[in-house]
């Protein structure tokens, strides 16, 4: 619109000499807005010899973008540091998304919001030796890592080269080396940029990676599709995977996402694609096959298939139960698996989500759609999750997500302890109800532990929050009996109502849930039209009421 932004007076020029003005301009995202630069408006500049008068403008296009830098320590932690190598002082960690002109240099971003300190040995290069007084040590030794799009750069001095787009993600991360038994290596990919929801940035999936860095060119990008790979042995994971796709389908385009089981995995995708892989590690052929060279991909999360176990390659803790997501190189573009290194090789990634049972692989899967803000760090291992509920004086039906480690009723209520005084249950058989009463001694009670799959009626003297940890419960089978059943939605993850009792429809003619506030009951009918019931999904931690018309056996989580 022709807007003056400023004007400069240059004072004299030498011939062939150099000048540098400054002007600020705060433009909006978007463009491109053309940017004039004019000397000698007024021409008040005599400038003898053919054309010198014709050349004293220049205009060139601004875009500006948005892009997301933030740094963090010890492979994704963003609290504050303060430890040797920041002389004991604090260091904040930051996150900024900003907007700048595209093509701005990873470099000049991160000096936007951050005191860089470069190299003391080579001051000259846009190498980051330090970020907001955390220096690099070698005798740690610990370093400035840089990410860009959850991508591993090898050396971290080219983000002098990388020119950013639009929606990008660059983060450093001060880290040192994950040492193995034969190899060591840092993570070449983090799972935290995998989270969507508010952060807007699903990599390593989206922008992909500038493979021609090392020649200079840090425009260009290479982005490669993505395979969701799930166990042909287990095809309820296909729905997971549908569901997998349509999360990364938000920014992801369609084209660029397909899906495939173990057996069916083309050997180009496996070559060419970025994988997701999906399954119980027993069960999907391609977390099996390349288990055994975790080292050689930088896989910090691998399997024992031995003593049956997950272990941590950074921490080398073990654990004998729950899930894991990690994300690493595709080793399938490098040659024959084992035969060469390629951590810090750039490329296709996979990205695999898993357990050691078929219900913690589920839970697994399902944290890349349902639970992404618990990937908080490079790679997530979960052998135990906790849970809260509110209850309100009076009656409240609740149920165990989640398998307590002591499920005796004094310790899964621990939390409330003196604030409830009886808990009921229904015998399923008898129709009659059982009672625990916190004060009897417990050959006086009905039952004394409490266990995923059933309703707790429970009796609360104020509002209160009931918190517990467990793990996650396997594939149940609850046998049902004709008429009322007291039970608990083993999972959680919130499932339809039709879905969740999908193995007993048409053996059930209503479900009741007691509202833990106006302490009126609410109803489900399975032939009624959703805008008639009063609830239609299945949550966890309540507790349902279900008649059915025949005995029979309810599978739950009918995906388990």
Same mark, same amino acid.
């Given at each position: 619109?022709?807007?003056?932004?400023?004007?400069?007076?240059?004072?004299? %020029?030498?011939?062939?000499?150099?000048?540098? $003005?400054?002007?600020?301009?705060?433009?909006?995202?978007?463009?491109?807005?053309?940017?004039?630069?004019?000397?000698?408006?007024?021409?008040?500049?005599?400038?003898?010899?053919?054309?010198?008068?014709?050349?004293?403008?220049?205009?060139?296009?601004?875009?500006?973008?948005?892009?997301?830098?933030?740094?963090?320590?010890?492979?994704?932690?963003?609290?504050?540091?303060?430890?040797?190598?920041? =002389?004991?002082?604090?260091?904040?960690?930051?996150?900024?998304?900003?907007?700048?002109?595209?093509?701005?240099?990873?470099?000049?971003?991160?000096?936007?919001?951050?005191?860089?300190?470069?190299?003391?040995?080579?001051?000259?290069?846009?190498?980051?030796?330090?970020?907001?007084?955390?220096?690099?040590?070698?005798?740690?030794? #610990?370093?400035?890592?840089?990410?860009? !799009?959850?991508? +591993? /750069?090898?050396?971290? @001095?080219?983000?002098?080269?990388?020119?950013?787009?639009?929606?990008?993600?660059?983060?450093?991360?001060?880290?040192?080396?994950?040492?193995?038994?034969?190899?060591?290596?840092?993570?070449?990919?983090?799972?935290?940029?995998?989270?969507?929801?508010?952060?807007?940035?699903?990599?390593?999936?989206?922008?992909?990676?500038?493979?021609?860095?090392?020649?200079?060119?840090?425009?260009?990008?290479?982005?490669?599709?993505?395979?969701?790979?799930?166990?042909?042995?287990?095809?309820?994971?296909?729905?997971?995977?549908?569901?997998?796709?349509?999360?990364?389908?938000?920014?992801?385009?369609?084209?660029?996402?397909? $899906?495939? !089981?173990?057996?069916?995995?083309?050997?180009?995708?496996?070559?060419?694609?970025?994988?997701?892989?999906?399954? =119980? +590690?027993?069960?999907?052929?391609? #977390?099996?096959?390349?288990?055994?060279?975790?080292?050689?991909?930088?896989?910090?999360?691998?399997?024992?298939?031995?003593?049956?176990?997950?272990?941590?390659?950074?921490?080398?803790?073990?654990?004998?139960?729950?899930?894991? /997501?990690?994300?690493?190189?595709?080793?399938?573009?490098?040659?024959?698996?084992?035969?060469?290194?390629?951590?810090?090789?750039?490329?296709?990634?996979?990205?695999?989500?898993?357990?050691?049972?078929?219900?913690?692989?589920?839970?697994?899967?399902?944290?890349?759609? &349902?639970?992404?803000?618990?990937?908080?760090?490079?790679?997530?291992?979960?052998?135990?999750?906790?849970?809260?509920?509110?209850? +309100?004086?009076?009656?409240?039906?609740?149920?165990?997500?989640? /398998?307590?480690?002591?499920?005796?009723?004094?310790? /899964?209520?621990?939390?409330?302890?003196?604030?409830?005084?009886? %808990?009921?249950?229904? &015998?399923?058989?008898? @129709? @009659?109800?059982?009672?625990?009463?916190?004060?009897?001694?417990?050959?006086?009670?009905?039952?004394?532990?409490?266990?995923?799959?059933?309703?707790?009626?429970?009796?609360?003297?104020?509002?209160?929050?009931?918190?517990?940890?467990?793990?996650?419960?396997?594939?149940?089978?609850?046998?049902?009996?004709?008429?009322?059943?007291?039970?608990?939605?083993?999972?959680? =993850?919130?499932?339809?109502?039709?879905?969740?009792?999908?193995?007993?429809?048409?053996?059930?003619?209503?479900?009741?849930?007691? &509202?833990?506030?106006?302490?009126?009951?609410?109803?489900?009918?399975?032939?009624?039209?959703?805008?008639?019931?009063?609830?239609?999904?299945?949550?966890?931690?309540?507790? +349902?009421?279900?008649?059915?018309?025949?005995?029979?056996?309810?599978?739950?989580?009918?995906?388990?």
């Amino acid at each position: 619109d022709s807007t003056e932004i400023c004007n400069r007076s240059m004072g004299t %020029v030498a011939a062939k000499g150099g000048k540098v $003005i400054y002007c600020d301009y705060d433009a909006p995202y978007g463009g491109p807005y053309p940017i004039k630069v004019v000397l000698d408006a007024d021409g008040e500049v005599n400038e003898p010899g053919p054309g010198h008068e014709g050349n004293n403008e220049t205009t060139k296009d601004l875009s500006v973008i948005t892009v997301k830098i933030w740094d963090s320590h010890h492979y994704g932690n963003t609290s504050t540091y303060n430890g040797s190598e920041s =002389n004991h002082r604090d260091v904040a960690m930051f996150s900024v998304v900003k907007l700048v002109p595209q093509n701005t240099t990873a470099w000049d971003a991160l000096n936007s919001v951050a005191n860089v300190t470069p190299h003391f040995g080579h001051p000259e290069e846009t190498y980051v030796f330090g970020i907001d007084g955390l220096l690099e040590d070698p005798k740690g030794p #610990i370093y400035w890592y840089l990410y860009l !799009n959850g991508r +591993y /750069v090898p050396n971290n @001095k080219l983000c002098g080269v990388i020119e950013l787009q639009d929606g990008e993600t660059v983060h450093w991360d001060f880290q040192k080396h994950i040492y193995g038994e034969t190899e060591s290596y840092t993570p070449p990919c983090t799972v935290q940029s995998y989270v969507a929801g508010d952060d807007l940035y699903p990599e390593p999936f989206k922008h992909g990676f500038p493979m021609g860095l090392a020649s200079g060119d840090g425009y260009s990008r290479t982005i490669w599709n993505t395979t969701i790979v799930y166990p042909a042995e287990s095809p309820e994971y296909r729905s997971i995977a549908e569901k997998i796709k349509d999360y990364l389908n938000d920014s992801v385009p369609d084209e660029k996402i397909s $899906i495939a !089981n173990d057996t069916g995995v083309s050997a180009a995708q496996k070559e060419n694609n970025n994988l997701v892989l999906i399954g =119980n +590690y027993t069960a999907n052929g391609l #977390i099996v096959e390349l288990n055994p060279y975790h080292e050689y991909f930088g896989m910090p999360v691998f399997f024992n298939y031995t003593s049956c176990e997950i272990i941590d390659d950074y921490t080398d803790i073990r654990y004998d139960h729950g899930e894991a /997501v990690a994300i690493f190189d595709n080793p399938y573009d490098n040659g024959d698996l084992g035969n060469n290194y390629s951590w810090n090789m750039p490329g296709p990634v996979i990205l695999m989500a898993s357990g050691l049972d078929p219900a913690c692989a589920k839970e697994a899967a399902n944290m890349l759609v &349902n639970r992404t803000d618990e990937l908080d760090m490079f790679w997530k291992i979960a052998p135990e999750r906790s849970y809260s509920e509110q209850l +309100y004086t009076g009656r409240n039906y609740i149920s165990l997500p989640l /398998v307590p480690d002591d499920n005796s009723t004094s310790s /899964v209520l621990a939390s409330i302890a003196g604030k409830y005084s009886i %808990v009921y249950r229904l &015998n399923p058989i008898t @129709k @009659k109800f059982e009672a625990y009463d916190p004060t009897a001694p417990p050959f006086a009670n009905d039952f004394n532990e409490m266990d995923p799959g059933r309703l707790y009626d429970i009796v609360v003297t104020e509002d209160c929050v009931w918190s517990h940890n467990g793990t996650t419960p396997a594939t149940m089978n609850i046998l049902l009996y004709t008429g009322r059943n007291y039970v608990g939605w083993p999972s959680m =993850n919130t499932e339809s109502a039709a879905d969740a009792l999908t193995s007993i429809a048409g053996k059930y003619s209503i479900v009741y849930r007691l &509202n833990p506030i106006t302490k009126k009951f609410e109803a489900y009918d399975p032939t009624a039209p959703p805008f008639a019931n009063d609830f239609n999904e299945m949550d966890p931690k309540r507790g +349902y009421d279900i008649v059915t018309t025949q005995d029979c056996t309810w599978t739950a989580p009918p995906d388990c």
